[in-house]
């Protein structure tokens, strides 16, 4: 059983920006795909960026293209979300997750964690 671990959420103006952590608690990321995914109140788990943890592959939603950007340091073993120009549209509790296989269908990645608060005021 994979634990993920975010951090970074908090609260920020509109156009401010913050950056996401997620690490594997207790050994290295053994899932081929790590992602983001975000879920504001009332509305359903939404793919926000993935990236190939083996590989350079990247993935991003065309709604935050060109604002945030996913990236990983195999060496501190983390995927982190950059996110530059938030807007309140961006306020939602963002989750990392892991996966055996890249989909934008939150209900086929493996692993989740607790889920980090992303607060953008306007």
């Known amino acids: 059983q994979v634990q993920l671990v975010e951090s970074g959420g908090g609260l920020v103006q509109a156009g401010g920006s913050l950056r996401l952590s997620c690490a594997p608690s207790?050994?290295?990321?053994?899932?081929?795909?790590v992602g983001w995914f975000r879920q504001a109140p009332g509305k359903d788990r939404e793919f926000v960026a993935a990236?190939?943890?083996?590989?350079?592959?990247?993935s991003t939603a065309d709604f935050v293209k060109g604002r945030f950007t996913i990236s990983k340091d195999g060496a501190k073993d983390t995927v982190f979300l950059q996110m530059n120009s938030l807007k309140p549209e961006d306020t939602a509790v963002y989750y990392c997750?892991?996966?055996?296989?890249?989909?934008?269908?939150?209900?086929?990645?493996?692993?989740w964690g607790q889920g980090t608060q992303v607060t953008v005021s306007s």
């Open positions: 997750a892991a996966g055996s296989v890249f989909t934008k269908d939150n209900r086929r990645w493996d692993y």
């Open positions: 207790g050994r290295s990321f053994s899932s081929p795909v």
């Open positions: 990236i190939n943890w083996s590989g350079s592959g990247t």
